[in-house]
Structures are given as C-alpha cells and as structure tokens.
C-alpha cells in the first residue's frame, strides 16, 4: 500500500482542460441569437466559399483551414492549425473566448466583417457534424 501512495506522488497531476462550453451549447447559443436554426449545409457553403470584402490573400476559410476540417490547417505565417472539427480535436469548440476570438479575427480577415450569428451557428453546427 505504501507503494501505491508513493508512485501516485510521483505521478504528475494533468491539468484540466478550461472547458466552459460545447459546440452543441455555442450553436444553441448564436441560434437564440439568430433567431432561427443552424442549417449545417449553409455552414459548409459559407466555410467553403470564395468571399470578398475581407484581406486578399484570405479569401476564404479554406486558405488557412482545408477544405477538411478534420485536417491540420497552415496559417499564412507558415504555424500549423490544429483541426477545426471536434471530431479531430476534442478540444475545439470548447472555450467560448477562444471561440469569439478567432471567429472574431478570422471572420473579419475573409469577410472584412464580423460574421453574424446565423452564420457562427451554421458553421459550427457543420464543424460539429463532421
């Protein structure tokens, strides 16, 4: 028994993940914003889409991201992005500032604006569907 207390002391602890939501709660979130349902479809279109307005050289989500979610991406700095699909990475779409965030900064550089609600819930009701 001493044995056991003693090697669970060395044994460091793991910290938690600073998890405070899921994309379940962030679609059920930007939809009572929305005022309308998440249609996964319309996040895939707007996800793989070219569009203007925003910088150039990110024209759409997919420069940066794939066209598979499930897939590291590469940011235009040449760091790796880890998977946007929660089916990938467990982690994502868990932290609700990490998520206004990015969203924030990568809806603005492909759109030149900040992406509505309808549009946050679509696409992440499609990045949850993967």
């Known amino acids: 028994m001493r044995h ?3 090697l669970a002391a060395l044994v460091p602890a793991v910290p ?5 939501t899921s994309p379940a709660q962030l679609i059920a979130s930007y939809e009572s914003q929305a005022g309308r349902a998440a249609d996964p479809s319309a996040g895939k279109a707007f996800f793989m889409a070219q569009h203007a ?7 759409a989500c997919t420069t940066c991201h794939t066209k598979d979610p499930r897939a590291a ?19 994502r779409l868990t932290e609700t500032k990490e998520v206004e965030k990015w969203l924030g900064r990568n809806c603005d550089s492909v ?3 900040e992406c509505s609600a309808a549009e946050k819930a679509d696409i992440i009701a499609w990045l949850a569907s993967l």
């Not at 307005?53 to 024209?59: C, D, I, Q, S, Y």
């Open 16 to 20: 938690a993940l600073a998890q405070d």
């Open 73 to 91: 991406g590469q940011a235009r700095t040449g760091k790796t992005i880890e998977p946007l699909a929660p089916s990938a990475n467990p982690a």
């Open 111 to 113: 759109l030149g604006r």
């Open 4 to 6: 056991l207390i003693f």
């Open 53 to 59: 307005g925003g910088k150039p050289e990110t024209p």
